[in-house]
Structures are given as C-alpha cells and as structure tokens.
C-alpha cells in the first residue's frame, strides 16, 4: 500500500472573489484555519480509529504551518502543511496542500483544495486498508473545507467557538 494519499475538493461559494480573498486572510490571521485544521485532523483520525481500531491510529496533529497568502487578481493561494506527531514521537507530514480561491463569476467564488493526506509512518500505518484510507483522507478534507467555506461565506459564524 502507497503511504499516502492525493485528496482535494471544490466548494462554490456565494461570494465575490474580492470578498473571498480578504476573508481569507483575516481567517488565517485570526487562527480560525488553524482551529479547522485541528478539528478535521481529530476527526478524520476518530473515523480511521472507528474503521480500522485504536492501535492503527496513535498519532495527533502536532503543528499546522500555514504560509503567506499569494494573491492575483485571478487566484488567491495558501498553502498549509499538517503535521503530525506519531506513535513513536516522531513528527511527520501528515497533509500537504494548497488552499485556492478563483473567481468563478461576479458573485461567485470557487474554493478549492489540493493535496498529499500521509499515514503515520511505521506499524501503525501499515497493514491499512487503502479504501479506507482514502475514505478518511476525503472525510477529512471535506470537513476541512465545509469549516473554511461557512467562515468565508459567514465571518460571523466561522468565529464562534462552535463554528458553522
């Protein structure tokens, strides 16, 4: 089995692209990314405990690394890394990827996101199902997005405490 996984997803927003762009940057500023990568990482790491059992999953997300956002007049781009502490201590990469926001109209912007979902390296990843890998990796980044999606559609609601 490969060790990892290419995952992604689009989401439409209703949005404008200008509005998009700079949301996305007090989100990034304001650690509302941060908290949504913690919280798609915990959960998509509960699903493979759930599928495959405890043993196979003891890791936990030990730094988002989020870089600055690059922006033109046609894309808005931030790339993140997760990584992830595993089972023997060791950081590893756990998600590489790139953040995208284009403009998809006037009032419409698409998200996006693309990217490398890594198992922990060592016993606790191997043996794993590569269906149902890729079913968490999906899960996860699909929470990801939904979290990203309601804080740039509604500001207000992305920075309560209980998110959207």
């Known amino acids: ?3 990892h996984v290419f995952a992604g997803h ?3 927003l209703d949005v404008s692209f200008g509005t998009g762009r700079a949301r ?19 959960e998509g790491i509960a699903g493979l405990a759930q599928a495959a059992g405890p043993t196979a999953v003891l890791s936990r997300l030990a730094a988002v690394r989020l870089a600055d ?18 089972a023997d201590g060791k950081v590893f990469s756990a998600l590489e990827a790139d953040l995208m926001l284009t403009p998809a109209g006037e009032q419409i912007t698409l998200l996006a996101v693309a990217g490398t979902y890594r198992l922990q390296p060592g016993r606790a990843g191997a043996g794993l199902d590569q269906a149902m ?17 309601c804080a740039l559609v509604h500001p207000a609601g992305g920075n309560r405490s209980g998110g959207c």
């Open 24 to 42: 996305l940057g007090i989100l990034a500023r304001d650690g509302v990314l941060l908290r949504a990568c913690q919280a798609a990482y915990s």
């Open 69 to 86: 956002l690059a922006d033109t007049d046609h894309c808005a781009r931030l790339a993140l890394r997760w990584e992830a502490l595993a």
């Open 133 to 149: 890998v890729h079913r968490c990796a999906v899960t996860t980044i699909r929470s990801f997005m939904a979290r990203i999606a």
């Open 1 to 3: 089995m490969a060790d």
């Open 10 to 12: 689009r989401v439409v």
